[in-house]
């Protein structure tokens, strides 16, 4: 099975930080890990040096890619410093059904 991860250390939450499923609102300087695998991407934040994983509300996601995992990590990351309770960012695939 093919997999991949990325990891964002450093990412200051905006005003309103990020939304977890276990711990609600986490703000500072957080870490950002993606992982992709099985068609779905996972992704957990956690305070930066902690060693505690949450994961961020909304995930796990759909992913047929590993290039679309890398750029969903991204958009992850700035909305993460973006702020205002960010959760994952979900995308429609073609015969991909809600």
Same mark, same amino acid.
């Given at each position: ?5 990325? *990891? ?8 309103? +930080?990020?939304?977890? #499923? =276990? ?5 500072? #300087? ?6 992709? !695998?099985? +068609?779905?991407? #996972? ?7 902690? @060693?505690?994983?949450?994961?961020? *509300? +909304? ?5 047929? @890619? ?11 990351? =700035? ?5 205002? +309770?960010? *959760?994952?960012? !979900? !995308?429609?695939?073609?015969?991909? !059904?809600?």
């Amino acid at each position: 099975m093919e997999w991949a991860s990325w *990891t964002t250390k450093g990412v200051f939450a905006g005003r309103g +930080g990020a939304r977890t #499923d =276990e711990a609600g609102i986490l703000t500072g #300087d957080l870490t950002v890990h993606t992982t992709w !695998h099985g +068609g779905q991407a #996972d992704v957990s934040v956690q305070y930066s040096g902690a @060693s505690q994983w949450f994961t961020l *509300t +909304g995930s796990p996601v759909p992913c047929p @890619s590993e290039q679309e995992s890398r750029h969903l990590h991204q958009e992850v990351v =700035e909305a993460v410093r973006a702020g205002g +309770g960010a *959760t994952v960012p !979900h !995308h429609e695939h073609p015969g991909q !059904h809600p």
